[in-house]
T-cell receptor, first 112, second 113 residues
């Protein structure tokens, strides 16, 4: 069945460091891929998405590219800030219906 | 308005109480969802409503009873809950069930004593 495997956390980085959070998926067909962010005490916010192979999603300095050949959708940011401290979820939605498959989440802490 | 609102923000209830969670969206979305999220875990789908009809129930115990009175409103009625039901309950909506971008509310933090 469809699934998402996400990099284990927690991740601790210094401010202005480079961030990569790995996400790989298993799916039949051509799913859509998402990164959601959850700040402490809040709900999930859509960070970025990609709906087909080679699409690059980007938002707030974060980027992820839909790589069908490696079944990956890694999240990157060139220079993290303290305000980026949150839990990041990679998610997959098959191209039929609207079931979501979430990864386990990666907790990021950015220290000044 | 691109917001999903949820009330209350926090709820503490005893195992014999009856309470309700409320979710509202005014984006014209026709699919709405309830999720349960335990600490440090991803959200788990509970229910899906599509065009005000229940289309998915993920084998949720009957002490959770969803209701969709209209296309903007989604309720979750709670009765005889257990302490292990304590969690963050998230509501989400999407344009319709075939459109896969979901918008989430801030959640209700539920504590069952």
């Amino acid at each position: 069945g469809d699934s998402v495997t996400q990099m284990e956390g927690p991740v601790t980085l210094s401010e202005e460091a480079f961030l990569t959070i790995n996400c790989t998926y298993t799916a039949t067909g051509y799913p859509s891929l998402f990164w959601y962010v959850q700040y402490p005490g809040e709900g999930l916010q859509l960070l970025l998405k990609a709906t087909k192979a080679d699409d690059k999603g980007s938002n707030k300095g974060f980027e992820a590219t839909y790589r069908k050949e490696t079944t990956s959708f890694h999240l990157e940011k060139g220079s993290v800030q303290v305000s980026d401290s949150a839990v990041y979820f990679c998610a997959l939605s098959p191209n039929t219906g609207n079931q979501f498959y979430f990864g386990t989440g990666t907790s990021l802490t950015v220290i000044p | 308005d691109t917001e999903v609102t949820q009330t209350p923000k926090h709820l503490v209830m005893g195992m014999t109480n009856k309470k309700s969670l409320k979710c509202e969206q005014h984006m014209g979305h026709r699919a709405m969802y309830w999720y349960k999220q335990k600490a440090k875990k991803p959200p788990e789908l509970m229910f899906v409503y599509s065009y005000e009809k229940l289309s998915i129930n993920e084998s949720v115990p009957s002490r959770f009873s969803p209701e969709c009175p209209n296309s903007s409103l989604l309720n979750l009625h709670l009765h005889a809950l257990q302490p292990e039901d304590s969690a963050l309950y998230l509501c989400a909506s999407s344009r319709d069930y075939s459109y896969n971008e979901q918008f989430f509310g801030p959640g209700t933090r539920l504590t069952v004593l």
